[in-house]
């Protein structure tokens, strides 16, 4: 399942109890490992937590008590490359871009050929690396590109960016909170109710809507300023004058084929289904 987490803390810097405590929240998404990263907004630096495992200890220092202005968090469970390799936040060579990823892209193989092609070289075989290479060639173009589902949160130091995305139909969720101190984001409300900027304020129309449909209606949530990402969209951050951008990358296809006979619709429906299954079936382990 896996979860992410993180904040931008717009003026000051706060203590890395809010990344922990945020982390901590969504620890039942990812037993089998978990890492942090923060930064003052020019410079980030890697961390291991209490939960990582021993190698990524060895590598990463475990994060204490420090402050900053951005912290990102992860929780792992292991689905596609179950090694070392694959553990987030994952960074660019040149770390000035970092990456935190929930959930699978299905075409990632696919993707990585072309990427290879354009001559990028990979470490790992996760579909993470493959995300972050992918924006570093196309930027959020990227979005369009991939199937699957996701939900993602990168820092670009190098653009001053910060960019969350949520996959089309919005099957892995994504949650944020804005005003004018702090965008605070994460897989689950939960989790962004642990950061010190939050007072939780109840949103009826949310409750509302949540009684009616047994669901709140993206973007709106139970809380006010806490918001759902909605699906096939991305939030571009600007790092330096807090200034944000929502973009939607794909719509529903509305456009009706004529002329199709029964027999011609119910096999290309039985093609797609087989395909679709068959992508989504590649990422698993035995």
């Known amino acids: ?32 490992d978990e890492g942090f990263w923060i930064s003052d907004g020019l410079h980030g630096k890697p961390f291991s ?99 699957g589902m996701f939900a993602i949160a990168l820092v670009d130091l190098e653009k001053q960016k910060l960019i969350l995305g949520r996959d089309r139909v919005g099957l892995k969720p994504l949650f944020y909170f804005k005003n004018e101190n702090a965008l605070v984001w994460a897989s689950e409300i939960k989790s962004i109710l642990k950061n010190e900027y939050i007072k939780p304020e109840i949103n009826w129309n949310g409750v509302y809507t949540n009684f009616l449909f047994q669901t709140t209606l993206a973007p709106e949530t139970c809380f006010q300023n806490i918001f759902s990402l909605e699906p096939a969209s991305f939030l571009l951050f600007d790092l330096n004058n807090f200034t944000s951008l929502k973009q939607f990358y794909w719509n529903f296809p509305t456009e009706k084929l004529k002329n199709v006979t029964e027999e011609e619709a119910v096999a290309k429906v039985d093609k797609l289904l087989s395909e679709s299954v068959e992508e989504q079936l590649l990422p698993m382990f035995p």
């Open 1 to 32: 399942m896996c979860g992410i987490c993180g904040y931008y803390s717009f003026k000051n810097e706060i203590s890395s109890e809010n990344i922990l405590e945020m982390n901590n929240a969504i620890r039942h998404r990812g037993p089998d």
């Open 49 to 147: 937590g209490n939960d990582s495992t021993p190698q990524i200890k060895e590598t990463f220092p475990v994060l204490n008590e420090t402050n900053s202005k951005i912290a990102l968090g992860f929780r792992r469970l292991s689905i596609v490359d179950l090694s070392e390799k694959g553990h987030q936040p994952m960074l660019s060579d040149d770390e000035k871009i970092t990456i935190t990823f929930n959930g699978e892209i299905y075409n990632f193989k696919k993707i990585r050929k072309e990427l290879e092609a354009l001559g990028y070289h990979f470490k790992s075989n996760s579909d993470t690396e493959v995300i972050l290479k992918s924006y570093k060639e196309w930027g959020t173009e990227m979005f369009a590109q991939f199937d």
